[in-house]
């Protein structure tokens, strides 16, 4: 078995704050199986994570290879596809915008076709539940999301990779029929899980100082380095 501190692909054990720099959103995912182990050391860190009160309302919907989950990856993947669809023609990533094909748009462009066009060959897909105990509320999804981030940042620290999507959204009503889940129950996201084709890599963000108010909203925080770099 791996040690589960350094099979992330490094002889070092992963810094918590590496590992929160470096986790993104991996779409390029191999067939590979994912090991039972590697596969419950990650569920066992999502379920970890805070909830309101400790209630402790998720639950994980794991689809591996059995039939029925192979219906649903194929249903999930008729979603994708038209997520992406309506993503990419909303959001310019056809035509002129991806004419070179080196441009960040076109790699972005190529990256989402092929992860819709494979998303039934994804060895794991996860699904977080949220079990509702009250009426749906904007705050709900404080008692479910940081379980999934918990989730990718455990997969980034055993060498597998993923991305929290919502494009279930589109095929809901028939995955939830093929799945049994009651209502009361929320979808929060779809999360394809496997061993990354390609490397992880830091997270493109702003800098600190666009984020971060000090006092008065707007107002920048004078304590943080100038150029937002943290040491
Ligand atoms: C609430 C939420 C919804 C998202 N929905 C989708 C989605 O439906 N499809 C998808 O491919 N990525 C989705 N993502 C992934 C984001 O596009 C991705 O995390 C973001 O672009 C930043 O990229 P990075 O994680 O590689 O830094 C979602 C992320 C979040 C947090």
């Known amino acids: 078995m791996d040690d589960p501190r350094t099979s992330h692909g490094s002889p070092e054990p992963l810094d918590v704050l590496e590992a929160i720099a470096t986790t993104r959103a991996i779409r390029r995912i ?8 590697d596969l419950a050391a990650v569920l066992f860190a999502a379920t970890r994570a805070p909830s309101g009160s400790n209630r402790q309302p998720f639950r994980f919907l794991v689809l591996r ?17 038209a997520g992406w669809d309506a993503k990419s023609a909303a959001d310019g990533y056809t035509g002129a915008a991806t004419a070179d094909p080196t441009s960040r748009k076109a790699r972005m462009a190529r990256t989402m076709q092929e992860f819709v066009d494979t ?13 509702r105990y009250r009426e749906p509320s904007s705050y709900e999804g404080a ?10 940042l455990a997969a980034r620290a055993r060498g597998l990779g993923g991305v929290l999507t919502e ?16 209502d009361g129950v929320f979808i929060a996201a779809t999360i394809p ?19 971060v108010y000090d006092d008065r909203w707007g107002q920048p925080a004078p304590w943080l380095p100038a150029d937002g770099e943290v040491g």
């Open 30 to 37: 191999r067939p590979d199986p994912v090991s039972d182990d």
């Open 65 to 81: 290879d059995g039939p029925i989950a192979a219906q649903a990856k194929a249903l999930l993947a008729r979603g994708f596809r």
């Open 119 to 131: 998303f039934q060959d994804v060895p794991v897909v996860v699904l977080p539940c949220l079990v």
């Open 143 to 152: 008692s479910i999301y940081p379980a999934c981030q918990n989730l990718l």
């Open 167 to 182: 494009w279930h959204a589109l095929v809901e009503k028939e995955l939830r029929a093929l799945l049994d889940i009651p």
């Open 193 to 211: 899980l496997g061993r990354p084709r390609g490397g992880h890599g830091p997270v493109r963000r702003r800098p600190l100082t666009d984020f």
